[in-house]
Protein backbone atom coordinates (compact mmCIF):
# COMPACT_ATOMS: atom_id res chain seq x y z
CA UNK A 1 0.00 0.00 0.00
CA UNK A 2 1.46 3.28 -0.75
CA UNK A 3 1.09 6.08 1.28
CA UNK A 4 1.83 10.19 1.32
CA UNK A 5 2.97 11.21 4.76
CA UNK A 6 4.03 14.88 5.74
CA UNK A 7 6.52 15.14 8.32
CA UNK A 8 5.52 19.05 10.28
CA UNK A 9 7.11 20.55 13.24
CA UNK A 10 4.70 21.58 15.77
CA UNK A 11 6.90 23.98 17.91
CA UNK A 12 9.40 26.59 16.95
CA UNK A 13 11.51 24.30 14.83
CA UNK A 14 14.48 22.07 15.60
CA UNK A 15 11.61 19.05 17.02
CA UNK A 16 14.11 16.57 15.79
CA UNK A 17 12.75 16.39 11.97
CA UNK A 18 15.59 15.31 10.06
CA UNK A 19 16.06 12.25 12.96
CA UNK A 20 12.34 10.81 11.73
CA UNK A 21 12.40 11.39 8.21
CA UNK A 22 15.90 9.48 8.01
CA UNK A 23 14.28 6.55 9.79
CA UNK A 24 11.07 7.01 7.83
CA UNK A 25 12.61 7.05 4.47
CA UNK A 26 13.38 3.58 4.82
CA UNK A 27 10.20 2.42 3.57
CA UNK A 28 9.49 5.62 0.85
CA UNK A 29 10.08 5.74 -2.50
CA UNK A 30 10.37 9.80 -2.11
CA UNK A 31 11.44 12.56 0.08
CA UNK A 32 10.27 16.25 -0.99
CA UNK A 33 11.18 19.55 0.74
CA UNK A 34 8.49 21.95 -0.11
CA UNK A 35 9.27 25.23 1.81
CA UNK A 36 11.93 26.99 3.37
CA UNK A 37 15.51 26.71 2.83
CA UNK A 38 18.86 26.57 4.13
CA UNK A 39 17.52 28.58 7.54
CA UNK A 40 16.76 24.65 8.65
CA UNK A 41 19.30 22.45 9.71
CA UNK A 42 18.63 18.68 10.19
CA UNK A 43 20.50 16.73 11.72
CA UNK A 44 20.91 13.00 11.45
CA UNK A 45 23.55 10.81 13.57
CA UNK A 46 24.00 6.87 11.75
CA UNK A 47 26.13 4.53 13.76
CA UNK A 48 27.38 7.82 15.95
CA UNK A 49 28.23 9.60 12.96
CA UNK A 50 26.78 12.89 13.04
CA UNK A 51 25.06 14.21 9.36
CA UNK A 52 23.67 18.02 9.80
CA UNK A 53 21.51 18.80 6.34
CA UNK A 54 20.32 22.69 5.60
CA UNK A 55 18.28 22.08 1.93
CA UNK A 56 19.03 18.41 1.00
CA UNK A 57 15.98 16.35 1.85
CA UNK A 58 16.79 13.80 5.01
CA UNK A 59 16.23 10.98 2.90
CA UNK A 60 19.32 11.26 1.14
CA UNK A 61 21.67 8.78 3.15
CA UNK A 62 19.00 5.92 2.28
CA UNK A 63 19.97 4.10 -0.49
CA UNK A 64 17.62 4.11 -3.49
CA UNK A 65 15.54 7.25 -2.09
CA UNK A 66 14.59 10.02 -4.63
CA UNK A 67 15.06 13.61 -3.14
CA UNK A 68 13.20 16.39 -4.50
CA UNK A 69 13.51 20.18 -3.71
CA UNK A 70 10.09 21.57 -4.54
CA UNK A 71 9.03 25.03 -6.11
CA UNK A 72 8.68 26.31 -3.02
CA UNK A 73 11.67 25.89 -1.33
CA UNK A 74 13.90 29.15 -1.73
CA UNK A 75 17.27 27.93 -3.17
CA UNK A 76 21.01 29.21 -2.17
CA UNK A 77 22.90 27.76 -4.96
CA UNK A 78 26.16 28.16 -3.09
CA UNK A 79 24.69 26.31 0.09
CA UNK A 80 23.32 23.70 -1.69
CA UNK A 81 26.34 23.13 -3.93
CA UNK A 82 28.48 23.17 -0.72
CA UNK A 83 25.87 20.65 0.97
CA UNK A 84 26.41 18.50 -2.82
CA UNK A 85 30.15 18.53 -2.03
CA UNK A 86 29.93 17.53 1.40
CA UNK A 87 28.13 14.78 0.99
CA UNK A 88 29.64 13.47 -1.87
CA UNK A 89 32.73 13.72 -0.33
CA UNK A 90 31.43 11.18 2.40
CA UNK A 91 30.42 8.87 -0.88
CA UNK A 92 26.94 9.94 -1.50
CA UNK A 93 25.61 10.04 -4.66
CA UNK A 94 23.71 12.61 -4.59
CA UNK A 95 23.97 13.73 -7.93
CA UNK A 96 21.94 10.43 -8.52
CA UNK A 97 19.87 11.07 -5.90
CA UNK A 98 19.01 14.92 -6.18
CA UNK A 99 16.23 16.66 -8.07
CA UNK A 100 15.18 20.10 -8.21
CA UNK A 101 12.45 22.15 -9.21
CA UNK A 102 12.93 24.98 -11.82
CA UNK A 103 10.25 26.91 -10.13
CA UNK A 104 12.58 27.74 -6.86
CA UNK A 105 13.55 31.45 -5.99
CA UNK A 106 16.70 32.22 -5.87
CA UNK A 107 18.77 33.66 -2.38
CA UNK A 108 21.37 35.76 -4.32
CA UNK A 109 24.07 37.59 -2.18
CA UNK A 110 22.37 40.53 -1.99
CA UNK A 111 19.44 39.08 0.00
CA UNK A 112 21.93 37.82 2.48
CA UNK A 113 23.23 41.12 2.92
CA UNK A 114 19.15 42.58 3.50
CA UNK A 115 18.58 40.51 5.72
CA UNK A 116 21.69 41.02 8.12
CA UNK A 117 21.47 45.17 7.27
CA UNK A 118 17.04 44.87 8.35
CA UNK A 119 18.33 42.61 11.75
CA UNK A 120 20.82 45.48 11.94
CA UNK A 121 18.32 48.31 11.58
CA UNK A 122 16.00 46.60 13.94
CA UNK A 123 18.12 46.95 16.56
CA UNK A 124 16.63 45.52 20.03
CA UNK A 125 13.55 44.76 17.73
CA UNK A 126 15.50 42.64 15.65
CA UNK A 127 13.27 38.62 14.87
CA UNK A 128 17.19 36.85 14.94
CA UNK A 129 16.64 35.45 11.92
CA UNK A 130 18.82 32.86 10.82
CA UNK A 131 20.88 35.74 8.23
CA UNK A 132 20.58 33.16 5.30
CA UNK A 133 18.30 35.65 2.89
CA UNK A 134 15.33 33.67 3.41
CA UNK A 135 12.77 36.62 4.66
CA UNK A 136 14.04 39.02 1.57
CA UNK A 137 14.22 35.97 -1.06
CA UNK A 138 10.24 35.27 -0.17
CA UNK A 139 9.63 39.23 -0.32
CA UNK A 140 10.93 39.12 -4.11
CA UNK A 141 9.16 36.18 -5.01
CA UNK A 142 5.54 37.74 -3.74
CA UNK A 143 6.52 40.85 -5.08
CA UNK A 144 6.96 38.69 -8.89
CA UNK A 145 10.11 39.97 -9.41
CA UNK A 146 11.87 36.76 -8.03
CA UNK A 147 15.16 35.25 -10.38
CA UNK A 148 14.19 31.46 -10.34
CA UNK A 149 16.33 28.45 -11.28
CA UNK A 150 14.50 28.27 -14.61
CA UNK A 151 16.09 31.52 -15.48
CA UNK A 152 19.53 30.34 -15.65
CA UNK A 153 18.76 28.86 -18.85
CA UNK A 154 18.66 32.12 -20.70
CA UNK A 155 21.28 34.10 -19.70
CA UNK A 156 20.35 37.21 -21.35
CA UNK A 157 17.24 37.49 -19.95
CA UNK A 158 18.98 36.70 -16.43
CA UNK A 159 21.47 39.68 -17.28
CA UNK A 160 18.06 41.37 -17.46
CA UNK A 161 16.21 40.49 -14.73
CA UNK A 162 19.12 40.37 -12.39
CA UNK A 163 20.30 43.71 -13.04
CA UNK A 164 16.44 45.30 -12.68
CA UNK A 165 16.29 43.22 -9.31
CA UNK A 166 20.01 44.33 -8.39
CA UNK A 167 18.94 47.82 -8.74
CA UNK A 168 16.34 48.19 -6.12
CA UNK A 169 18.57 46.06 -3.70
CA UNK A 170 21.48 48.32 -4.24
CA UNK A 171 19.82 51.24 -3.30
CA UNK A 172 18.19 49.88 -0.76
CA UNK A 173 21.21 48.75 0.43
CA UNK A 174 23.48 51.73 0.33
CA UNK A 175 20.86 54.89 0.73
CA UNK A 176 18.39 52.84 3.42
CA UNK A 177 20.69 50.95 5.26
CA UNK A 178 24.15 52.60 4.32
CA UNK A 179 25.50 48.98 3.43
CA UNK A 180 27.78 47.36 1.20
CA UNK A 181 26.36 47.06 -2.40
CA UNK A 182 26.85 43.74 -4.79
CA UNK A 183 28.23 43.67 -8.12
CA UNK A 184 26.24 42.33 -10.92
CA UNK A 185 28.90 40.99 -12.70
CA UNK A 186 30.05 38.98 -9.78
CA UNK A 187 26.66 37.69 -9.01
CA UNK A 188 26.35 36.53 -12.84
CA UNK A 189 30.02 34.93 -12.07
CA UNK A 190 28.53 32.61 -9.74
CA UNK A 191 25.34 31.86 -10.69
CA UNK A 192 27.23 30.37 -13.55
CA UNK A 193 29.91 28.31 -11.38
CA UNK A 194 26.91 26.82 -9.82
CA UNK A 195 24.31 25.97 -12.60
CA UNK A 196 26.59 24.06 -14.59
CA UNK A 197 26.99 21.96 -11.30
CA UNK A 198 23.23 21.93 -10.77
CA UNK A 199 21.81 22.03 -14.36
CA UNK A 200 21.39 18.04 -14.61
CA UNK A 201 19.48 17.45 -11.49
CA UNK A 202 16.67 20.01 -12.72
CA UNK A 203 13.13 18.52 -13.20
CA UNK A 204 9.84 18.24 -13.12
CA UNK A 205 8.52 17.87 -9.54
CA UNK A 206 4.53 17.58 -10.01
CA UNK A 207 5.34 15.42 -13.04
CA UNK A 208 7.57 13.02 -11.19
CA UNK A 209 5.21 13.04 -7.90
CA UNK A 210 1.90 12.98 -9.94
CA UNK A 211 4.81 9.50 -11.64
CA UNK A 212 4.79 8.02 -8.20
CA UNK A 213 1.21 8.62 -7.60
CA UNK A 214 0.36 6.17 -10.42
CA UNK A 215 3.14 3.98 -9.69
CA UNK A 216 1.60 3.91 -5.89
CA UNK A 217 5.07 4.80 -4.63
CA UNK A 218 5.03 6.12 -0.83
CA UNK A 219 6.61 9.49 -0.37
CA UNK A 220 7.42 11.20 2.36
CA UNK A 221 7.12 15.86 2.61
CA UNK A 222 9.60 16.73 5.28
CA UNK A 223 8.78 20.02 6.93
CA UNK A 224 11.34 22.80 7.76
CA UNK A 225 10.85 24.88 10.76
CA UNK A 226 7.88 24.35 12.26
CA UNK A 227 4.14 25.61 12.91
CA UNK A 228 4.48 28.61 15.09
CA UNK A 229 6.89 29.82 13.17
CA UNK A 230 4.56 30.18 9.83
CA UNK A 231 4.10 33.09 8.17
CA UNK A 232 0.32 33.11 8.61
CA UNK A 233 -0.44 30.93 11.66
CA UNK A 234 2.77 31.69 13.70
CA UNK A 235 3.55 34.21 16.17
CA UNK A 236 3.57 36.85 13.82
CA UNK A 237 6.30 38.99 13.68
CA UNK A 238 8.28 36.56 15.13
CA UNK A 239 7.89 34.11 12.48
CA UNK A 240 10.08 32.39 9.22
CA UNK A 241 8.62 33.76 5.87
CA UNK A 242 7.23 30.50 4.50
CA UNK A 243 3.96 28.28 5.05
CA UNK A 244 5.64 25.79 7.19
CA UNK A 245 2.01 23.92 8.11
CA UNK A 246 1.01 21.43 6.29
CA UNK A 247 -0.68 23.15 3.11
CA UNK A 248 2.49 24.17 2.09
CA UNK A 249 3.21 20.57 1.32
CA UNK A 250 0.68 21.40 -1.91
CA UNK A 251 1.76 24.62 -2.75
CA UNK A 252 5.38 23.83 -2.71
CA UNK A 253 5.43 20.61 -4.58
CA UNK A 254 2.93 20.71 -6.75
CA UNK A 255 0.63 17.89 -5.72
CA UNK A 256 -2.87 18.66 -4.33
CA UNK A 257 -3.27 17.87 -0.88
CA UNK A 258 -6.19 15.07 -1.52
CA UNK A 259 -3.20 12.10 -1.91
CA UNK A 260 -1.92 13.32 2.06
CA UNK A 261 -2.67 10.01 3.99
CA UNK A 262 -1.07 10.89 6.98
CA UNK A 263 0.47 14.14 9.12
CA UNK A 264 3.00 13.32 11.24
CA UNK A 265 3.77 16.49 14.24
CA UNK A 266 7.32 15.79 15.77
CA UNK A 267 7.02 17.39 18.66
CA UNK A 268 9.61 18.03 21.72
CA UNK A 269 8.92 16.14 25.35
CA UNK A 270 9.86 20.04 26.44
CA UNK A 271 9.90 23.14 23.79
CA UNK A 272 13.01 25.34 22.64
CA UNK A 273 13.05 28.34 20.30
CA UNK A 274 16.03 30.18 18.63
CA UNK A 275 16.12 33.69 18.17
CA UNK A 276 13.52 35.90 19.28
CA UNK A 277 9.88 35.76 20.21
CA UNK A 278 7.17 35.06 22.79
CA UNK A 279 7.41 31.48 24.63
CA UNK A 280 5.28 31.08 27.19
CA UNK A 281 6.52 27.95 28.95
CA UNK A 282 10.32 29.56 28.73
CA UNK A 283 12.27 28.64 31.81
CA UNK A 284 14.94 31.13 32.89
CA UNK A 285 15.86 28.84 36.05
CA UNK A 286 18.01 26.29 36.24
CA UNK A 287 16.16 23.99 34.86
CA UNK A 288 16.05 25.84 31.92
CA UNK A 289 19.55 25.49 32.03
CA UNK A 290 19.62 21.43 32.50
CA UNK A 291 17.26 20.85 29.54
CA UNK A 292 19.46 23.02 27.44
CA UNK A 293 22.58 21.23 28.72
CA UNK A 294 21.30 17.72 28.74
CA UNK A 295 19.35 18.41 25.13
CA UNK A 296 22.09 19.79 23.55
CA UNK A 297 20.44 23.00 22.71
CA UNK A 298 22.25 24.64 20.55
CA UNK A 299 20.88 25.78 16.87
CA UNK A 300 22.42 23.17 14.02
CA UNK A 301 22.36 26.17 11.77
CA UNK A 302 23.91 29.18 13.15
CA UNK A 303 24.98 27.57 16.70
CA UNK A 304 23.26 29.74 18.71
CA UNK A 305 21.95 28.52 22.11
CA UNK A 306 18.19 27.37 21.89
CA UNK A 307 15.80 29.07 24.11
CA UNK A 308 14.26 25.98 26.45
CA UNK A 309 10.72 25.53 28.39
CA UNK A 310 8.29 22.93 29.71
CA UNK A 311 5.83 21.01 26.94
CA UNK A 312 3.40 23.20 25.95
CA UNK A 313 -0.11 21.54 24.94
CA UNK A 314 -2.02 24.55 24.36
CA UNK A 315 0.37 25.40 21.80
CA UNK A 316 0.01 21.80 20.58
CA UNK A 317 -3.43 21.87 20.28
CA UNK A 318 -3.59 24.43 17.89
CA UNK A 319 -0.85 23.02 15.24
CA UNK A 320 -2.81 19.89 15.90
CA UNK A 321 -5.57 21.45 14.36
CA UNK A 322 -3.88 23.80 11.39
CA UNK A 323 -2.26 20.63 10.82
CA UNK A 324 -4.91 18.00 10.76
CA UNK A 325 -2.11 16.30 12.41
CA UNK A 326 -3.03 12.58 12.29
CA UNK A 327 -0.32 11.40 14.64
CA UNK A 328 2.72 12.80 16.99
CA UNK A 329 6.15 11.78 16.89
CA UNK A 330 7.35 12.92 20.42
CA UNK A 331 11.15 13.09 21.01
CA UNK A 332 13.97 13.72 23.28
CA UNK A 333 11.88 11.92 26.15
CA UNK A 334 15.46 10.69 27.33
CA UNK A 335 16.37 14.78 28.08
CA UNK A 336 13.78 14.30 31.26
CA UNK A 337 15.35 11.44 32.13
CA UNK A 338 16.33 12.01 36.16
CA UNK A 339 13.49 14.70 36.81
CA UNK A 340 11.70 14.85 39.95
CA UNK A 341 9.05 16.09 38.23
CA UNK A 342 7.64 17.39 34.75
CA UNK A 343 5.41 19.56 33.80
CA UNK A 344 2.79 19.85 30.61
CA UNK A 345 1.26 23.56 30.04
CA UNK A 346 -2.86 22.92 29.69
CA UNK A 347 -3.55 26.17 29.15
CA UNK A 348 -2.27 29.98 29.04
CA UNK A 349 -3.63 32.20 31.81
CA UNK A 350 -4.58 35.74 30.15
CA UNK A 351 -6.58 38.72 31.82
CA UNK A 352 -7.81 36.76 34.81
CA UNK A 353 -9.18 33.96 32.39
CA UNK A 354 -7.81 30.39 31.22
CA UNK A 355 -7.85 29.65 27.57
CA UNK A 356 -7.32 26.46 26.08
CA UNK A 357 -5.89 27.30 22.81
CA UNK A 358 -3.95 30.62 21.99
CA UNK A 359 -5.23 34.04 21.95
CA UNK A 360 -6.99 35.88 19.68
CA UNK A 361 -4.01 38.83 19.18
CA UNK A 362 -0.86 37.46 18.76
CA UNK A 363 0.68 40.35 20.02
CA UNK A 364 -0.57 39.36 23.51
CA UNK A 365 0.74 35.76 23.24
CA UNK A 366 4.09 36.96 25.02
CA UNK A 367 1.68 38.02 27.95
CA UNK A 368 0.32 34.53 28.33
CA UNK A 369 1.01 32.87 31.93
CA UNK A 370 0.88 29.17 31.36
CA UNK A 371 -0.90 26.66 33.75
CA UNK A 372 0.61 23.49 34.79
CA UNK A 373 -0.68 20.46 35.31
CA UNK A 374 2.65 18.71 37.51
CA UNK A 375 3.69 15.00 36.80
CA UNK A 376 6.15 12.30 38.45
CA UNK A 377 9.42 12.36 36.55
CA UNK A 378 11.46 9.11 36.23
CA UNK A 379 14.47 7.63 37.53
CA UNK A 380 14.86 4.51 35.41
CA UNK A 381 16.12 6.06 31.90
CA UNK A 382 14.53 5.86 28.57
CA UNK A 383 17.30 6.46 26.79
CA UNK A 384 17.73 4.68 24.07
CA UNK A 385 14.50 2.41 24.71
CA UNK A 386 12.62 0.99 21.47
CA UNK A 387 9.84 -0.75 22.93
CA UNK A 388 7.31 1.19 24.61
CA UNK A 389 6.33 -1.49 27.59
CA UNK A 390 10.12 -0.80 28.45
CA UNK A 391 9.37 2.70 29.47
CA UNK A 392 8.96 3.58 33.21
CA UNK A 393 5.57 3.82 34.18
CA UNK A 394 5.69 7.53 34.90
CA UNK A 395 6.75 8.47 31.36
CA UNK A 396 4.22 6.61 30.01
CA UNK A 397 2.05 8.27 31.85
CA UNK A 398 3.60 11.53 30.42
CA UNK A 399 3.07 10.17 27.09
CA UNK A 400 -0.38 9.27 27.48
CA UNK A 401 -1.00 12.65 29.06
CA UNK A 402 -0.04 14.36 25.95
CA UNK A 403 -2.23 12.57 23.90
CA UNK A 404 -5.34 13.29 26.62
CA UNK A 405 -4.43 16.72 26.21
CA UNK A 406 -4.46 16.79 22.38
CA UNK A 407 -6.50 13.85 21.35
CA UNK A 408 -3.52 13.07 18.69
CA UNK A 409 -2.34 9.48 19.83
CA UNK A 410 1.52 9.60 19.98
CA UNK A 411 2.30 6.95 17.10
CA UNK A 412 6.65 7.28 17.66
CA UNK A 413 8.74 8.01 20.89
CA UNK A 414 12.17 9.22 19.97
CA UNK A 415 14.37 8.20 22.75
CA UNK A 416 18.20 9.32 21.77
CA UNK A 417 19.76 11.45 18.82
CA UNK A 418 20.76 7.92 16.98
CA UNK A 419 18.55 6.34 14.58
CA UNK A 420 17.80 3.07 16.43
CA UNK A 421 16.88 5.26 19.45
CA UNK A 422 13.55 4.88 18.41
CA UNK A 423 10.26 3.67 19.95
CA UNK A 424 7.27 2.86 16.33
CA UNK A 425 4.25 2.13 17.75
CA UNK A 426 2.43 2.85 14.34
CA UNK A 427 4.35 3.47 11.64
CA UNK A 428 2.96 5.94 9.09
CA UNK A 429 3.42 4.02 5.79
CA UNK A 430 1.78 0.39 7.76
CA UNK A 431 -0.46 2.03 10.08
CA UNK A 432 -2.56 -1.16 10.33
CA UNK A 433 0.31 -2.99 11.83
CA UNK A 434 -0.06 -2.28 15.44
CA UNK A 435 3.39 -2.62 17.19
CA UNK A 436 5.12 -1.91 20.61
CA UNK A 437 1.79 -0.66 22.42
P1 LIG B 1 15.21 19.40 13.18
O1 LIG B 1 15.62 20.74 12.69
O2 LIG B 1 13.78 19.34 13.56
O3 LIG B 1 15.59 18.28 12.26
O4 LIG B 1 16.03 19.17 14.54
P2 LIG B 1 17.59 19.52 14.80
O5 LIG B 1 18.42 18.50 14.12
O6 LIG B 1 17.86 20.95 14.50
O7 LIG B 1 17.66 19.40 16.36
C1 LIG B 1 17.36 18.21 17.02
C2 LIG B 1 18.59 17.80 17.85
O8 LIG B 1 18.23 16.80 18.78
C3 LIG B 1 19.70 17.18 17.02
O9 LIG B 1 20.92 17.46 17.61
C4 LIG B 1 19.38 15.69 17.08
O10 LIG B 1 20.53 14.88 16.89
C5 LIG B 1 18.88 15.58 18.49
N1 LIG B 1 17.86 14.54 18.71
C6 LIG B 1 16.85 14.14 17.89
N2 LIG B 1 16.07 13.23 18.50
C7 LIG B 1 16.60 13.05 19.75
C8 LIG B 1 16.23 12.27 20.89
O11 LIG B 1 15.23 11.55 20.89
N3 LIG B 1 17.01 12.37 21.99
C9 LIG B 1 18.11 13.18 22.05
N4 LIG B 1 18.79 13.22 23.18
N5 LIG B 1 18.48 13.93 21.00
C10 LIG B 1 17.73 13.89 19.87
P1 LIG C 1 14.62 23.70 11.38
O1 LIG C 1 14.09 23.22 10.05
C1 LIG C 1 14.56 26.77 14.47
C2 LIG C 1 13.83 30.88 13.17
C3 LIG C 1 14.95 31.86 13.36
C4 LIG C 1 14.15 33.13 13.61
C5 LIG C 1 12.98 32.98 12.64
C6 LIG C 1 13.14 33.69 11.31
O2 LIG C 1 16.01 23.29 11.68
O3 LIG C 1 13.64 23.38 12.46
P2 LIG C 1 14.58 33.13 9.13
O4 LIG C 1 16.05 33.02 8.96
O5 LIG C 1 13.82 31.91 8.77
O6 LIG C 1 14.01 34.37 8.51
O7 LIG C 1 14.40 33.35 10.74
O8 LIG C 1 12.84 31.59 12.42
N1 LIG C 1 14.18 29.67 12.40
C7 LIG C 1 14.36 28.46 12.96
N2 LIG C 1 14.36 28.09 14.25
N3 LIG C 1 14.73 25.85 13.50
C8 LIG C 1 14.69 26.21 12.21
O9 LIG C 1 14.72 25.32 11.21
C9 LIG C 1 14.56 27.57 11.89
N4 LIG C 1 14.52 28.26 10.72
C10 LIG C 1 14.28 29.53 11.06
O10 LIG C 1 15.75 31.52 14.47
O11 LIG C 1 13.63 33.14 14.91
MG1 LIG D 1 16.98 22.26 13.14
Not at 94 to 110: G, N, T
Request: net charge negative; glycine share 10%.
Amino acid sequence: MSRNVVVIGTQWGDEGKGAIVDLLAERAHAVVRFQGGHNAGHTLVIDGERTVLHLIPSGILRSGVVCLIGNGVVLSLEALVEEMDRLAEKGVPVDDRLRLSPACPLILSSHKALDHARERALGSEAIGTTGRGIGPAYEDKVARRAVRLADLFEPEQLRERLADLLDLHNFLLQRYYSAEPVSLEEELQRLAGFFARVKPLIADVPELLRKMQSAERSVLFEGAQGALLDIDLGTYPFVTSSNTTVGGAATGTGMGPAPIDCVLGIVKAYTTRVGAGPFPTELFDDMGRHLAQVGAEFGSTTGRPRRCGWFDAVALRRAAFTNSLTGLSVTKLDVLDGLDEVKICTGYRLDGEILDTPPLLMDRYGECEPVYECMPGWREPTSGKTAFSDLPREARDFLRRIEEEVEIPVDIVSTGPGREAVIIRRHPFDPDQDSNT
